[in-house]
């Protein structure tokens, strides 16, 4: 008995704290607007990526990628090693390694794929993670707590799409213009794609969908049979990274 | 607190052997205080390569603190008197190891002074957060079983009869402790290297025989160096226990090598391509993995020969090969290897950097410092009660 007394205070004193935390500090947390919801703010069941290979060209300067990485802060780390990448590219054969196909189409051969957390509806990533600072949303989304996070990567060696990017330095000088609607990281932690869910939350898409010219980028909500990304689904042939190991990714990829 | 004072005693080697370590210890603390200032790109870490030396020495010294229980069982449970000198050994030497194996994963932290978030926010789902719950508790356990006996045979008493409990339920929890390390791997769906039921036997077993072979190698020393003598009974018992444990981990790994490469399934055979021909021209790792595989084989055969067996230097330094073995796989290629490829089927290899080699060897010199301490204090209470002098390691203290 005592000690459900004792977790409870602990827990409302957490809420309390937390609450009082966001509510002074705007803008240091990433889930600021939660507490007072923007009316504006897109709601989903399962938020989805359809990226549109058709569409995608190949010599597009991606400005997804850079609409993405200063949108959120994202460090240049010049060494690929120590790099952090949120959206980032990768030819088909790595992006789709369990495809065995011998004869690819050319388009896809040549082209670069788009890749990007996939916010898999069952996350390895959630299930490794010690401190739950990466969990999911009610709306599909995998989420980040950069301030809870020990830094111990069981999340990178868990996600089987190497969609997840630890700060091996200090990612700060590393950031061309800092945008402050958005944190930035310190060294040590893990980060990746968070499907804008700080845009969603004031009524805006995701900024690689806002940025791409094409119309190959379509977000969307899985779950709403009147949504566009749906309709395509519907339409079109897609494929998903290894689907084989039931992860159930949110992000889909037109070939067809 | 009697009984520490036991470690303060000693003689010029003691405190030589005590002085070196803690100038490791002291050089490597520096060493660690850059990467905690730089960050962990001062290792050869990767996006690619994520996990690396420390977490494999992680892995590997939890092994060797639950073999404790190949000395435990026999000894509390079916009372096999032969280790009667054996057993506080192999308890204090779990003690060194499970501190190590705690210090390497939180050398590997980004951010170690957040490491108070895993209890504070307790995950079921993940097995990490499992692994330091076991982990402290049979730190604990043999930390109070081990001094609690050692004081009680001080003071010519039966040990309080509380403690037989703790015993018998430190031997579970040690298979358990080992088997929670082999969860972290065996349940990652992208890396199939890992992905294998046989994870947790197998880990089972290189900790069954690393251990052992530690303690063969450790017991002997003392013998040279101290009055002490664990017994050549003892020392027999574990070499057997070595050599069988030696053998189940090469017909368990001789299952890995048949399910990747007669499935012919590529993901499941690409890790181990790699550790056997390398992948791509890259071969970094050829030459230990075959290193690996010859030293057990080589250790298995030795130990079938009853002539090493008997003596005691050829026992030794067939111990030492099979440590090798075990160490290169265990505290090594079983880690790296699951992120080469990586999961875009890349290649990006994984040198350690001298950095997190001297830090790797400053935390080794730790747990060799806290074993040295407690095998002193062991010594003198068992030693001065054989002998009727007070012994320790170096000569006779005053």
Not at chain 2, 277 to 288: I, K, R
Request: with cysteine; charged share 15%; hydrophobic share 45%.
């Amino acid at each position: 008995m005592m000690d459900m007394e004792r977790r409870k205070f602990l827990k409302f004193a957490g809420i309390s704290a937390l609450t009082l935390g966001t509510g002074f500090c705007t803008g240091s947390a990433e889930s600021t607007s939660d507490m007072w919801p923007d009316p504006k703010a897109l709601k989903a069941k399962r938020w989805a990526m359809v990226v549109d290979m058709g569409r995608c060209r190949e010599d597009c300067p991606k400005h997804c990628i850079e609409a993405c990485h200063a949108a959120h802060n994202v460090p240049y780390i010049p060494s690929a090693e120590d790099g952090v990448k949120w959206l980032f590219e990768k030819p088909y054969k790595n992006a789709f390694p369990d495809q065995q196909e011998r004869i690819v189409p050319d388009k896809f051969r040549r082209q670069e794929f788009l890749l990007l957390c996939n916010h898999c509806d069952n996350p390895p990533c959630v299930r490794a993670c010690p401190t739950q600072a990466t969990f999911k949303r009610e709306d599909g989304i995998v989420m980040m707590d950069f301030h809870r996070c020990i830094g111990c990567r069981f999340c990178m060696a868990a996600c089987p799409y190497g969609a997840r990017s630890f700060n091996f330095r200090d990612p700060r000088p590393f950031i061309k213009q800092i945008n402050p609607a958005f944190p930035t990281r310190s060294k040590g932690v893990v980060e990746k794609c968070n499907f804008c869910q700080e845009r969603l939350a004031v009524g805006q898409p995701p900024a690689c969908v806002e940025a791409c010219k094409e119309g190959a980028l379509i977000f969307g909500d899985l779950d709403d049979s009147g949504s566009e990304v749906r309709r395509i689904l519907l339409r079109k042939t897609h494929i998903q990274r290894k689907p084989s190991l039931g992860t159930y990714p949110s992000v889909f990829y037109i070939v067809g | 607190v009697s009984m520490f004072e036991k470690a303060l005693r000693g003689g010029r080697v003691y405190w030589t052997w005590l002085g070196v370590l803690i100038a490791f210890v002291g050089s490597s603390l520096l060493v660690y205080l850059y990467q905690y200032r730089q960050g962990l790109w001062v290792t050869g870490l990767s996006r690619d390569v994520s996990w690396g030396l420390y977490i494999a020495q992680f892995t590997f010294m939890v092994g060797v603190a639950v073999s404790s229980v190949m000395v435990v069982l026999p000894y509390y449970v079916y009372n096999f008197r032969a280790f009667d000198r054996m057993a506080v050994l192999a308890q204090f030497l779990a003690v060194g190891s499970v501190i190590v194996s705690l210090v390497f994963v939180t050398t590997d932290l980004g951010k170690p002074m957040r490491l108070l978030n895993v209890p504070l926010h307790p995950t079921l789902h993940s097995m990490l957060f499992w692994d330091m719950v076991f982990l402290t508790g049979y730190l604990g356990l043999n930390l109070v079983i081990g001094w609690t006996a050692l004081s009680a045979e001080e003071q010519d008493a039966p040990p309080p009869g509380w403690l037989r409990p703790l015993i018998y339920l430190s031997i579970p929890w040690a298979a358990s402790a080992h088997t929670i390390t082999a969860l972290i791997y065996a349940g990652t769906p992208g890396r199939e290297f890992w992905l294998t039921a046989i994870m947790a036997p197998r880990f089972l077993v290189t900790a069954f025989a690393a251990g052992p072979a530690l303690l063969i190698i450790l017991a002997t020393t003392i013998e040279k160096l101290t009055v002490f003598k664990p017994g050549e009974q003892a020392i027999q018992k574990l070499a057997t226990i070595t050599l069988y444990a030696l053998i189940l981990d090469m017909f368990f790994l001789g299952l890995e090598f048949f399910t990747a490469f007669y499935s012919q399934i590529p993901r499941h055979m690409e890790s181990f391509r790699y550790l056997l021909f390398g992948l791509g021209g890259n071969s970094a790792m050829v030459p230990w993995y075959w290193i690996m595989i010859i030293s057990i084989l080589s250790a298995i055969a030795l130990l079938f020969i009853p002539s090493t067996r008997k003596s005691r230097v050829r026992l030794v330094v067939t111990c030492t090969i099979a440590f090798t073995g075990l160490w290169i796989d265990k505290g090594f290629t079983l880690v790296v290897a699951a992120f080469i490829p990586n999961t875009f089927n890349q290649i990006k290899e994984y040198p350690p950097t001298s950095p997190e080699i001297m830090i790797t060897l400053g935390i080794y010199c730790l747990g060799a410092l806290i074993v040295t301490v407690l095998y002193k204090v062991a010594i003198s209470v068992k030693g001065g009660r054989e002998e009727g002098v007070i012994s320790g390691k170096g000569g006779k203290a005053p």
